[in-house]
């Protein structure tokens, strides 16, 4: 092995272990470049899908199940969130694709099935030669256990395929996550790979600042990430440009006295955990009745309410009497039902948290959503919005922030995690546009050693 050959493995290319599939024998209702994505995701084996929401992940991801059930002759699952289920399978109807709804091993037939992350205690795993783990961004909300219990649940499957929206790039741990699922590299491997310890935030890591190029280009090996059609080559990307998004925060005036005289004469407003929840309780009530009067502007449109909490959510049906609530304690029939009613227009007004249906889900059918109150979480807001805020939408999109005044430090975190999503994104996208290129086409990618400063060390060379 010569010294090229050993950079060359260095990269960490991962190699092709799939079922090729040209891209004309795909799905016919798909596009050029949704059906050559296919056949490449197909012809890897084992492989993630990170497209913006409104790209199609749906059909995509269906037709790559069928074709992995027609070549093998044996049962794919598909694991959805909550609530996704019924839309994949009403989305399979649409383009000639049977699925089944199974919420236990014995409701399993042959082909394509659809379960929910909750219920995969309920099945015999091995039984399955293919895995779709639909907005598979879903791996870093669970806790350690619960997430190596999934990546060993599936270590053996032939065929895995990860699908979820464009991946935050300043959150590697989830991109780590992915490559952990399929197989592809343990997280610790990664780590010590591309990263060192971000001194400045504890627990956290970094990219090596030589690192960012080959990490992103080793991504690129085994998972396309796509914005627009043209990110994979010579496509237009005429009728993907996203609606006007009007974003709007009201800020709701909440007094500073204390009336308990527990910190004197003034509240004192602090920063931590106990303090945030105590504030976002104190301000819920003045933030439900404004959430209800901008509902109320638009009697006419439906309306998805988002909040966090139980007891906010309560506030809120006191306020809007006339919307549907789902919580996290109600049945599966529930939820399925209320959101699938939302989405057929029965439904007129809908109070939920984001952790329940702001994942996965096309609400392309509403153009209107207010978040009562914020968490410091920036995905949980990010992919709220994105269910309405999508390539498809054909209305503009209005988004509203109601905070209290005394909340504001979680609003300046939420938007300067979205400046840095933003500008980590084009960075992500201009360092992986070339290899992905050629990974999709089947071409060989070149290594550049013009761009490798080797320097050997003084004791190798006698000094």
């Given at each position: ?204 890591y970094r990219l090596k600042k030589h690192a960012i190029k080959p990490f992103w280009e080793w991504v690129s090996t085994w998972a396309v990430s796509i914005s627009k059609p043209s990110d994979i080559g010579p496509y237009s990307d005429e009728g993907y440009i996203l609606p006007k998004l009007h974003e709007h925060t009201e800020i709701v005036d909440i007094s500073l006295l204390d009336k308990t005289l527990e910190d004197g004469f003034i509240r004192e407003i602090k920063t931590n955990a106990t303090a945030y929840h105590k504030e976002k309780r104190f301000t819920a009530e003045k933030r ?176």
């Open positions: 092995m010569d010294y090229i050959d050993f950079l060359l493995r260095k990269k960490k290319i991962e190699e092709t272990a799939g079922i090729k599939v040209s891209p004309e024998k795909l799905n016919k209702h798909s596009f050029d470049w949704q059906a050559e994505i296919t056949s490449w995701n197909l012809r890897k084996g084992r492989s993630a899908l990170f497209a913006e929401c409104g790209l199609g992940k749906t059909i995509m991801q269906l037709d790559w199940a069928d074709n992995v059930h027609r070549h093998t002759n044996k049962d794919v699952l598909i694991v959805a969130p909550l609530a996704v289920s019924r839309q994949t399978q009403r989305e399979g109807e649409k383009f000639g694709i049977e699925t089944h709804i199974a919420r236990k091993q014995k409701d399993v037939k042959r082909g394509i099935n659809i379960t929910n992350y909750e219920m995969l205690d309920h099945f015999d795993l091995d039984k399955f030669v293919g895995v779709v783990l639909d907005e598979s961004s879903i791996l870093k909300s669970f806790m350690g256990k619960t997430k190596r219990m999934l990546v060993q649940a599936f270590e053996k499957t032939p065929y895995r395929l990860s699908c979820t929206a464009t991946p935050a790039p300043n959150d590697h741990m989830e991109i780590l996550n992915q490559a952990e699922f399929l197989g592809i590299m343990s997280s610790s491997e990664a780590l010590a790979m591309w990263f060192i310890n971000d001194t400045q935030n504890m627990g956290t439900a009745i404004r959430t209800a009067e901008i509902v109320a502007m638009k009697p006419d449109k439906q309306h998805v309410v988002w909040c966090d909490t139980n007891y906010e959510a309560d506030l809120l049906r006191k306020y809007i009497p006339q919307a549907i609530e789902v919580r996290g304690s109600d049945k599966v029939e529930k939820k399925e039902e209320s959101i699938m009613g939302f989405i057929d227009g029965d439904i007129q007004i809908l109070i939920s948290k984001p952790t329940i249906f702001g994942y996965g889900l096309n609400l392309q059918n509403c153009s209107n959503t207010t978040h009562c109150g914020l968490s410091y979480s920036y995905e949980d807001y990010y992919q709220a919005l994105k269910r309405f805020h999508r390539f498809g939408q054909k209305e503009e999109v209005y988004s509203n922030i109601v905070i209290g005044s005394t909340e504001m430090n979680i609003l300046n975190v939420i938007n300067r995690k979205k400046e840095l999503h933003n500008e980590m994104n084009e960075n992500m996208f201009n360092s992986i546009k070339e290899i992905q290129g050629h990974s999709i086409k089947g071409t060989k990618f070149q290594l550049n050693l013009d761009d490798i400063n080797i320097e050997l060390p003084k004791w190798a060379v006698g000094e």
